[in-house]
């Protein structure tokens, strides 16, 4: 077991020492230090105490497994009726980048029913073998039936790393498939890359603040990732095809599940931001709800669509479809304006793959600043109304 | 009908800084809240039981003061609350978490529905209340917008899906994960937040653990290490622009018409 163990005599200023800690794990009565269950093991203390104060001692070392044993990128084929979920080509994209430098082969795992059709355009993206699993049983997503599919894939190809896309289904899937092979899942990563001894780079924002985390996945395979569509780059179509597809087999048994499918309501199309141009982003610099009036005609004197930042959609200002950030939508589109947004690592993790940033906000030191192509010092107040009467008597939207 | 709520608690503000001196996180330990996701799980919880009878009760991972969101879940309704807690389990990732919890669950008792927000606002990963499913061997379905009914052995539930609507039968034991809205959190109510402010909780240690293997607990149980930290970079071109209202506008309206945003 890992531990740290204080040296209270190495401590010159206990209370110094106990602030250190970003999750207030470390507690200081009488000049002495005692860590708490809050503690995250960043080692922080450790590297910033004062020296020797907080020791990192690793008792016991664990045996590194075979990592020659794993093989290859696969990606999972989201999909609904055998219509590929885009996220998926991102997620090929991304797997063969990665695959090539550690000349590796890359995977695609299709379960469903009825999809054998659909396999063949995913070796226009670059999969070298796409695993198919097709069953009437897996006509709807139950878990349970899922989840011993991926595992009967995993225990056949032993890929490496495998991603897949943060949709509704992939966010349930990957942490149960995860659990059943007791290995790392890394959600929502903005960068991915590998190392020669096929370690996967994963880097996401962290600890709910503006930071980025950089995690490996050191001795387990396989290493399992999310990502959010329109996070990686969509790659090319590729005319020539190489790959191969393949049946995957499985035991009818395995596909028992503990949950029926009575029936299906197809959603109502909603215009949404995620496939907008243009999205106008009202924030907290938004003071009062009829406010957002002025951000919204700035959106349709544009032809865009309105979105906010999460306080507004916590105060009930703002449909939670139209939330950008992470624990909203991602979107990319070709001009995204902020009015009154700060910028917190959550929300740019949302929208920084936008074509063109403008941010108005009237702190010259706002976040959103570091982000923005263009970087407006000035109150929305002001500005808007006057950026809205130019539009209207200068020009016409294309 | 038993019913286990998973909570969690957050810093009450997700604004971090990072000291450019020291690379050191500054975050106010003291001021932490549920997860606000949480609540509608708890709200979820609560309803069920005020229709179909039963008990509600809360479990809670983390530092000794994380009982503190067990007290808040009394006073909206729960009945009864374990904490577990230990240096053992500090540093653990998504699989430790989940490991822990469901080994402290298995300890609080046996329960026919685990609700779990939709995702905390410190990790926001949404991977927990799947990953504990797993570990307990149960069905899970996530995203639940709204429960139908709940039948001797079953619960019936629409789970969002991107295009549709996906009407669900799930048979008992089961983990559901529930969305923003489904139901409206009910305030606290003072009376029975005097009424239960010294009620005892249920503390479950390392000890207590029916998996006693110390490796699979905490920063040893966790396959994901956080390499670094960093603040985020940014390669953008930019420019920083300031001046009167009037000059920024016109600079803005010949920007997006230069970009063909606008003709």
Known sequence: MAKLVVHQEKITDAKALAALCPFGAMQEKDGKITITAGCRMCRICVKKGPKGAVEYVEDKKVPAIDKTKWRGIAVYVDHVDGAVHPVTYELLGKAKELAAKIHQPVYALFIGSNIEHAAEELLHYGADKVYVCDKPELEYFKIEAYTSVFEEFINKVKPSAILVGATSVGRQLAPRTAARFNTGLTADCTILDIKENTDLVQIRPAFGGNIMAEILTPNNRPQMATVRYKVMDAPKWIDSVSGQIEKLEIAEEKLKANIEVLGITQKPKEKTIDAADVIVVAGRGVKKRQDLKLIEDLAKSLGGELASTRPLVEAGWVDPKRQIGLSGRTVRPKLIITCGVSGSVQFVAGMNHAETIIAINSDPKAAIFKTANYAITADIYDIIPELIQKIKTGGTIL | ?263
């Open chain 2, 1 to 263: 009908m038993k019913i286990l709520v998973c909570i969690k608690q957050v810093p009450g503000t997700n604004k971090v800084e990072v000291d450019e001196k020291t690379g050191v996180l500054k975050r106010n330990g003291a001021d932490s809240k549920m997860n606000p996701y949480d609540l509608y799980a708890l709200e979820t919880g609560v309803r069920l039981k005020e229709k179909y009878g039963g008990t509600v009760s809360v479990i809670t991972m983390g530092p000794p003061q994380a009982k503190a969101v067990l007290y808040e879940a009394f006073s909206m309704g729960a009945d009864e609350g374990a904490l577990i807690t230990d240096r053992k389990f500090g540093g653990a990732d998504v699989l430790a978490t989940s490991r822990t919890l469901s080994q402290g669950i298995k300890r609080f008792g046996d329960f026919d529905i685990i609700l779990c927000g939709l995702q905390t606002t410190d990790g926001d990963t949404a991977q927990v209340g799947p990953e504990v499913a797993e570990q307990l061997k149960i069905p899970s379905v996530c995203n639940v917008q709204r429960i139908e009914k709940v039948e001797k052995d079953n619960i019936i539930v629409d789970m969002d899906m991107p295009q549709d609507i996906e009407r669900i039968k799930i048979y008992f034991p089961c983990l559901l994960t529930v969305q923003k809205d489904i139901y409206q959190p009910r305030l606290p109510s003072y009376l029975k937040q005097k009424e239960t402010s010294k009620k005892d909780i249920d503390v479950f240690t390392f000890s207590d653990m029916e998996d006693q293997d110390e490796n699979k607990y905490g920063l040893n149980g966790s396959p994901t290490h956080v390499q670094r930290i960093f603040p985020p970079v940014s390669d953008k071109v930019q420019q920083h622009w300031q001046g009167t209202t009037e000059e920024l506008a016109v600079k803005i309206y010949e920007t997006l018409k230069e970009k063909k945003f606008i003709a």
